[in-house]
C-alpha cells in the first residue's frame, strides 16, 4: 500500500484548519530530466527542508524533491507540540544509555526546542512560538511519578521550568474532570506546523535550494555519486538524505524495519471566543495526557480546539473521522461533547519500538533521520541542522543520535502491521483500566 496515496489525493493538501488557513505557496515544479548536486534531500517535511536550508546556509548545492507538496506529511498536519527533551523521559534514558548519553540527548531536546523558537522569529515563518505545555495524569500513579519527575529534572538537570500541578491545580489550568494532576512545562510550547514547514520552505529557497514537488522516488541507488531516481528524473549527489519519515514505504527496507507508520486524527472546532477559551485551557498552554494512545490538544490563533486523538488499526483512515475523535474529546471536556467540529483529518507518522528517532548512515554518503514518533516538530527539524553538519564533517550530535539502538520490530515490514494492531488494542484496553 502507497501510503502517499492511500487516503489523499495527488497533488493536494488535505482539508484541515491549517490546509485551509495557511499562507500557502506557489506550486513548485517536477524534477524533470539529468540533475546534478552536492546533496539531494527526499521530502519536504521538518526534517527535509531543514536540511535544506542549513546546507544552503553553509553553501552547499541542494535539491529537495517532494512526493506530494511540501509539507503535505506529517509535518503540516500535526499537533503543533515542541517538547523539551526526547519522546522518552530521562530516568528512562539513564536506564537505557548511561547517564552521560542521557545528557547529551537532554541538550540535543532542548536545542531542538531553542531552533524552533529563533525560527519562528523570522519574517519567513508565519506562526509564533507558544510557551507552556502541560502533561496531565490520567491515572493516579501517573501523578506519583509526576512528582519524581520534577524533582529529578530540577536537582540533576537543573531544568527549572517544570513545576507540579495536583488535581485542582491542574483542574484550574485544564478544565477536565478527567486527570489527577500533571506537570505544567514552561520551556516546551506550540506552534502552526504547517506555516512552520511552508516558512522553512521559505528559507531554503531563499538560500539557493532547489525544491522539487510531484517527485516520487523510485530508488535511491549507493555509489559516489549517489543516484536518486523519479519518474522523469534523474539525480546525481555528491550526498542523499532521507526525510521520509512514515511515508518512507519500502525505498529503503532496513529503515523500514524499524520505523513503521501510523495514523493519528485531529479536529478542529468551530472559533469560541477568547472567554470561552480560557474557560476550556487557560493562557493558551497546550496539553498532552499520559495514555499510551496519546489524547494531545491546543487552541489556534482564532481560538478553535484543535483536539487529537482516536486510535487506528489499518492504514486506511475512518470514514468518519470526527466522530471517531469526538468520543476522547468529549470524555475529557464533557461541555464539548455537543461542539460544533468544522475540520477532521488524519495523518500518517513514523515510531519505532523504542520511541526515539532512528539515524543511520545507510552508506558513507547516505543519511536517514526518521521515527520521531511524535516528537517531529522540534527534533524533526533540528534533524536537519543535525545532518547539515554531519555533512559538512562536524557529527558529533549525529553521533550522538545515532547510538541510541532502534530494534527491528518483530517480523519487519511484513508482518509488523498485524502485530502493531494486536499491541495497539492492549494499550488502549490498558488506557481504560
Known amino acids: 500500500m502507497d501510503l502517499l496515496t492511500a487516503n489523499d489525493k495527488p ?38 527542508l531543514s536540511t535544506a536550508y542549513h546546507l544552503a546556509q553553509r553553501g552547499y548545492d541542494v535539491v529537495v524533491v517532494e512526493a506530494q ?54 519574517d519567513e515563518v508565519h506562526t509564533t512560538f ?3 505545555i502541560v502533561h496531565t495524569a490520567n491515572r493516579k500513579r501517573d501523578h506519583a511519578h509526576n512528582q519524581a519527575y520534577v524533582d529529578h529534572m530540577r536537582h540533576k538537570y537543573s531544568y527549572d521550568k517544570v513545576s507540579l500541578l495536583d488535581a485542582d491545580a491542574c483542574r484550574q489550568i485544564v478544565n477536565s474532570p478527567a486527570y489527577h494532576g500533571g506537570v505544567l512545562d514552561m520551556g516546551s510550547g506550540h506552534v502552526n506546523p504547517l506555516e512552520l514547514v511552508l516558512g522553512l520552505a521559505r528559507l531554503a529557497v531563499t538560500s539557493g535550494a532547489r525544491i522539487f514537488e510531484g517527485s516520487k522516488v523510485e530508488r535511491v541507488d549507493e555509489g559516489d555519486p549517489a543516484t536518486v ?25 532496513h529503515v523500514a524495519a524499524r520505523v513503521m507508520p501510523i495514523n493519528n486524527f485531529i479536529v478542529s472546532t468551530k472559533p469560541m471566543s477568547p472567554e470561552a477559551q480560557e474557560q476550556i485551557i487557560r493562557n493558551n498552554y497546550a496539553v498532552a495526557d499520559s495514555k499510551f494512545v496519546v489524547n494531545y490538544f491546543r ?53 519505532t519500538m523504542n520511541r526515539m528517532p532512528h539515524y543511520e548512515r545507510i552508506a558513507g554518503n547516505i543519511l536517514t533521520m526518521s521515527g520521531f514518533s511524535g516528537s517531529g516538530v522540534a527534533l524533526g527539524t533540528l ?16 553521533d550522538v543520535m545515532a ?28 488506557d481504560r483500566l
Open 11 to 48: 497533488g493536494e493538501y488535505p482539508r484541515s484548519y491549517y490546509a485551509d488557513s495557511a499562507k500557502h505557496l506557489d506550486r513548485f515544479p517536477p524534477a524533470i530530466g539529468d540533475l546534478e548536486c552536492d546533496v539531494c534531500v527526499v521530502g519536504a517535511g521538518f526534517t527535509g
Open 69 to 122: 507538496r511540501v509539507g503535505f506529511g506529517a509535518s503540516g498536519r500535526n499537533g503543533g507540540q515542541a517538547s523539551m527533551g526526547q519522546r522518552r523521559d530521562q530516568e528512562d534514558l539513564e536506564a537505557m544509555v548511561g547517564d552521560a548519553h542521557a545528557r547529551a540527548l537532554w541538550d540535543i531536546g532542548a536545542q531542538a526546542v531553542d531552533l524552533v523558537r529563533t525560527l519562528c522569529t523570522k
Open 130 to 132: 507558544h510557551p507552556g
Open 229 to 253: 531516481t523519479t519518474a522523469q528524473s534523474t539525480i546525481k549527489a555528491r550526498y542523499v538524505v532521507l526525510g521520509c519519515n512514515g511515508y518512507l514505504g519500502t525505498m529503503h527496507k
Open 299 to 351: 487552541f489556534s490563533e482564532d481560538h478553535r480546539l484543535l483536539f487529537g486523538g482516536g486510535e487506528s488499526y489499518g492504514y486506511i483512515f475512518p470514514t468518519d473521522i470526527a466522530g471517531a475523535v469526538r468520543k476522547p474529546l468529549a470524555e475529557i471536556f464533557p461541555q464539548l461533547q455537543d461542539v460544533e467540529i468544522d475540520h477532521a483529518w488524519g495523518g500518517t507518522l513514523g515510531i
Open 383 to 398: 534533524s536537519g541542522q543535525i545532518a547539515a553538519e554531519a555533512i559538512a564533517g562536524q557529527a558529533e550530535r549525529f
Open 403 to 430: 547510538k541510541v539502538p532502534t530494534l527491528s520490530f518483530p517480523g519487519g515490514p511484513r508482518f509488523r502491521s498485524p502485530l502493531l494492531v494486536l499491541a495497539m488494542l492492549w494499550y488502549s484496553l490498558r
